[in-house]
């Protein structure tokens, strides 16, 4: 997992439409096909791609001409990969700044779930979910639960009870065996039916 330092390429790799961008750029692909990919036109990718290319996170692997058209492919860097942390030495700088990049992803989906709600029905037409947990746990048991939706949202093999997480505070003794009100708060939403 790549530790991320720099504050403009956290914002980067924060923001849905440059996140997507570089999803689809796991393998060469031109601007049109990632155009088509989001659903977007060309016109309105450019300047993403611009600023990924100039922040080292995408880089021109290829260059085809088609007549008179110059087709441009671009990769994802290895800095661009799908999982990152984000540096404490950023975050302790940055924070402000990190918080409300987190802002700009929970609004959309908070304004969705708030738009399914007020219909009243039962079923949501869109793909939103809130889920909301106060167990009383051990410390521990707080970790091995972390260690489970680590596990879940990042869709990879982690066994539970070998689950380190540098994100996590060192939980004393006395700490993992005492029981605590925890809140868990799991919101989840399809971009699109953000947009």
Do not use: C
């Not at 990924?52 to 085809?64: F, I, K, N």
């Not at 990969?81 to 924070?95: C, N, P, Q, T």
């Amino acid at each position: 997992m790549k530790k991320i330092d720099d504050i403009e390429i956290a914002k980067m790799m924060l923001d849905v439409r440059k996140r997507s961008i570089l999803d689809i750029a796991k393998e060469p692909v031109t601007v049109s096909k990632i155009a088509e990919e989001l659903n977007e036109k060309q016109s309105r990718l450019y300047y993403h791609v611009k600023k990924l290319e100039e922040a080292g996170l995408l880089a021109l692997v290829e260059t085809r001409q088609h007549g008179n058209l110059i087709e441009k492919y671009y990769k994802r860097t290895e800095t661009a990969g799908h999982r990152f942390e984000l540096a404490e030495s950023l975050l302790k700088e940055h924070h402000g700044t990190v918080m409300e990049e987190i802002m700009k992803l929970l609004q959309p989906g908070l304004k969705l779930l708030e738009s399914e709600l007020k219909k009243g029905k039962s079923d949501f037409e869109k793909q939103v979910n809130l889920m909301i947990s106060l167990p009383t746990l051990t410390g521990k048991e707080w970790e091995t639960s972390h260690g489970r939706m680590m596990k879940a949202i990042r869709e990879e093999p982690v066994r539970v009870e070998s689950f380190e997480d540098s994100s996590l505070p060192q939980l004393t003794e006395e700490e993992l065996n005492k029981k605590s009100k925890y809140a868990y708060i799991m919101l989840s939403y399809r971009v699109e039916d953000a947009l």
